[in-house]
Structure formats: C-alpha cells, structure tokens
C-alpha cells in the first residue's frame, strides 16, 4: 500500500502521541507499506 502522510500525521508518529491511532501506527510501522511525506513538510 502507497500512502501520503500529512504534517500532524507524520509529527505525532515520530513523537510517538497518543493522538494517532493505532490503526495508522500499524500502517506507518508496516516495513511493506510506501509511505510518503510532501517536501511540505520539511
């Protein structure tokens, strides 16, 4: 599965926050899926 991740998506990933679900914890974590992040978020 490809999939773009949004700024507050990919923030509370990677502080680990519980305001992510853990359906899409398990999507990020998955090493199968393509994730994306728009250079809009740099």
């Known amino acids: 599965m490809r999939f773009l991740l949004d700024t507050h998506t990919f ?5 680990d926050s519980p305001q992510l679900s ?3 914890k ?4 998955d ?4 994730k994306y992040l728009s250079f ?3």
């Open 31 to 34: 090493e199968y899926n393509e």
């Open 11 to 15: 923030i509370w990933f990677v502080t």
């Open 40 to 42: 809009a978020s740099w």
């Open 26 to 29: 398990v999507l990020i974590e």
């Open 22 to 24: 853990s359906t899409a």
